[in-house]
């Protein structure tokens, strides 16, 4: 509930109360019961509040039932999180996959009281004359939208490609890939600013992240690996919106390495373990190398701090713990970071003539060099290279390099 509060100031409304009820069942007509429905109906009569937010996702007909009930708007979960999405998404990219979403998400209610309002919500201001549309319009509206559905669908699916086809670019560099994943405001943008000197904004707010950004990250061992930032996880996290992102989140899927941000200072940091455990399974990317940072641990005094990584390095074998903020424990992260993307790679030695330097500064940046000596004739050097670039070395390789 205390995060359903913050994504509805996030959204921008305040709260004026909040409420639980427990019952061994949802009601199927009105998701509360009639008791509990009453109840809103008075404060509502007092002038308590103007909308109705559920922490659950409602059925279309719930949704309705309450909305004829209460004579207000009633959103759900997904909704509100659909909202700030809409207000956050900044890019061409951003905005379609968030109004696909959108229309996914309304064509089922579009019977529903204030559904009409929902649609043309944004051009009156949300809060307009209510019902009073026959099955005719409401049919002619469902038409509009499937059709603006396949137009939307086609144009993500350019964006796709393109997302590929900049991917197989980013491949041909021979770069590994990383992708910094985690629950929204752990403080990924901020860690990749700081790692990167990217100028991603960033912020004390659910969602600040929508779209994702890639910068190059310099390794202690002059190694590169392309970093991206994307939109963070969230408990819950409504289908339809998983579904729209998949163009962003292919991101995650197809990074050689995850580097899962953890906030440590969160009250409900174990909660959000476990969902950002969850999306990775869905996106298949739960086995992925993985270097989990714990974030934040300049919030927390030396015994929270000691508690608070003791009882998460259980669940993460490995996790280091850091600050982005204040850059304390970057050393233990590059490092592990370093470790963990270098994937599947081969060993070799090579011997480069002089004049023909650039040959090791390209080991060093795509896989790494242990020790060079100076010989007749070259340059010799011992390290390593990802197997799929091997072959641009094996002009310089010699025989003796295997002992
Ligand atoms: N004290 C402290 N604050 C931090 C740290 N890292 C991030 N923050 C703050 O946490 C808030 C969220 O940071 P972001 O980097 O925007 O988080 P995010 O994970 O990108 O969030 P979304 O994009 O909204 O999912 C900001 O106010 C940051 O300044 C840290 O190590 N210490
Ligand atoms: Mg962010």
């Known amino acids: 509930m205390a995060e359903l509060a913050d994504l509805t100031r996030t959204a921008g409304a305040d709260v004026a109360g909040s409420d639980v009820q427990r019952r061994a069942q949802v009601d199927p007509a009105h998701f509360i019961g009639m008791g509990k429905v009453d109840e809103l109906r008075e404060l509502k009569m007092e002038g308590a509040f103007d909308l109705v937010i559920c ?3 409602l059925s279309p007909r719930q949704q309705r039932n309450l909305e004829l009930e209460l004579k207000t708007r009633v959103l759900d979960r997904t909704e509100v999180i659909l909202e700030i999405f809409a207000q956050h998404a900044r890019t061409h990219e951003g905005r379609l996959q968030v109004e696909a979403a959108r ?3 309304l064509l089922p209610r579009l019977i529903g009281a204030y559904a009409y309002d929902r649609q043309v919500g944004g051009r009156r201001g949300g809060v307009g004359a209510r019902g009073g549309f026959g099955e005719q319009q409401i049919e002619v509206e469902r038409r509009r939208i499937r059709k603006r559905m396949r137009d939307l669908e086609r144009e993500i699916e ?3 490609s393109q997302r590929h086809q900049q991917r197989t670019g980013r491949r041909r560099a021979e770069l590994a890939t990383a992708a910094i994943v985690g629950y929204t405001n752990a403080g990924k943008s901020t860690l990749l600013n700081a790692l990167t ?3 991603v904004h960033a912020e004390q707010r659910l969602f600040a992240t929508l779209d994702p950004t890639t910068r190059r990250l310099d390794l202690p061992t002059g190694r590169e690996l392309l970093l991206t930032d994307t939109v963070g996880f969230i408990q819950k996290l ?6 729209a992102f998949r163009a962003t989140l292919e991101e995650v899927t197809e990074a050689d390495l995850i580097i899962q941000v953890v906030d440590l200072s969160s009250a409900s940091v174990e909660e959000q373990a ?20 714990l974030n934040k641990v300049d919030l927390l005094g030396p015994a929270a701090r000691r508690r608070a990584v003791g009882a998460l390095s259980a669940r993460y074998r490995g996790a280091v713990a ?8 970057f050393h233990a992260l ?4 370093d470790k963990a993307s270098r994937g599947d790679v081969v060993s070799l030695e090579i011997l480069v003539p002089y004049g023909r330097e650039g040959v090791l500064a390209e080991l060093r940046r795509i896989g790494g060099v242990e020790q060079t000596d100076y010989v007749e004739g070259g340059t010799r050097a011992r390290g390593w290279v990802p197997r799929h670039a091997a072959r641009r070395f094996e002009p310089y390789a010699t025989i003796s390099g295997r002992a």
């Open 55 to 57: 922490n659950d996702d």
């Open 103 to 105: 229309l996914h998400h």
């Open 158 to 160: 350019q964006v796709r």
């Open 197 to 199: 000197g990217a100028r």
């Open 238 to 243: 409504p289908t339809d919106l998983v579904a």
């Open 274 to 293: 476990k969902t950002v455990e969850e999306v990775l399974t869905d996106l298949e990317a739960a086995d992925k190398p993985r270097v989990v940072a």
């Open 322 to 329: 850091i600050s982005a903020a204040d850059r304390s424990g």
């Open 334 to 337: 590059l490092e592990a970071i």
